[in-house]
């Protein structure tokens, strides 16, 4: 896994929150040269969408230049595809038009009997907001906002926050196959709370957790979102300090003859 490749997918606008997401699971899956080869359906498991959807998504990711397919020969003689991700082409990029989400007040009207539309029912270009409103379309796992009218609802995120929930379990759970299952809504509202309280990016959020997770003594002690949240002064500080050179004074051999010459 690519823990840069992972921060540089969260920056890139793709136009499309589930594509967003098929993306962010590349580039989890992908090493550092930016290459990985997971099947349709396991990104549709871990996305929670279905296997077509993944297959749309990813053509269209290939067709804006973030990724490339290959086919790869396995070992059994069938054969998979392998994924080469390009993210630094993709800073601004968004989805073709002919892709876009239009919210349901800006669908187009049935044509007028010349075969035209009406000048002021053209689709729409993309924005915030029609992408705001086209996330209501998919997994309710996946919703950006919980309605504030919702009683139903307890929590708010957005659906990164929530593939970042899930991705941290994952890794926990590499090193405690058992440890149980934890509220990944809970989970997601904990990283929402660490970006919008506490002004942590979701980069600088992944590159900590990445390091208490090796960390021999913390990765038994930040087992949750609200963990890190509650120790990242402590981690950072620590982190910083193992990072740190030290000096040429701190390494010299100070119990010797020629060392207390200087001070006698």
């Known amino acids: 896994m690519s823990m840069l490749l992972t921060a540089q997918a ?30 349709y359906q396991h990104i549709a498991d871990h996305c929670e969408v ?25 070992q059994d003689g069938s054969s998979s595809n392998l994924y080469i991700l390009h993210l630094e082409k993709g800073s601004e990029n968004i989805s073709p038009p002919s892709e876009r989400i239009s919210p349901p007040s800006e ?6 009997e010349n075969g035209s539309l009406p000048p002021s029912e053209n689709i729409s270009p993309i924005t915030n907001h029609s992408i705001n409103q086209s996330i209501n379309h998919i997994d309710l796992s ?17 659906e990164i926050d929530l593939a970042m929930a899930k991705e941290m379990f994952a890794r926990i759970q ?18 929402r709370l660490l970006g919008e309280r506490d ?15 090796q960390d021999r003594f913390w990765q038994a002690n930040i087992l949750s979102p609200r963990k890190l ?3 990242w002064d402590v981690l950072v500080l620590q982190r910083n300090r193992q990072a740190k050179p030290r000096g040429d004074n701190l390494s010299m ?3 010797t003859v020629e060392a207390w010459e200087n001070v006698l």
Do not use: Y
């Open 229 to 231: 949240r509650e120790k």
């Open 142 to 158: 996946l919703q950006t906002k919980t309605p504030a009218t919702s009683p139903a609802k307890k929590f708010s995120f957005s």
């Open 199 to 213: 002004g942590k990016s979701h980069p600088e959020i992944i590159e900590l957790f990445e390091w208490a997770n």
């Open 50 to 74: 279905s296997r077509r959807s993944v297959i749309s998504h990813i053509d269209a990711l290939i067709k804006m230049g973030l990724v490339e397919k290959k086919s790869r020969k396995n």
């Open 174 to 191: 590499k090193l405690n196959p058992n440890h149980k299952q934890p509220n990944f809504e809970a989970w997601a509202n904990d990283i």
């Open 253 to 255: 051999e100070w119990n």
């Open 10 to 39: 969260m920056k890139l606008k793709v136009g499309n929150p589930t594509r967003k997401l098929v993306l962010l699971k590349l580039a989890d899956n992908a090493n550092d040269k930016g290459e990985c080869f997971p099947s």
């Open 107 to 112: 669908r187009i009207s049935p044509p007028s």
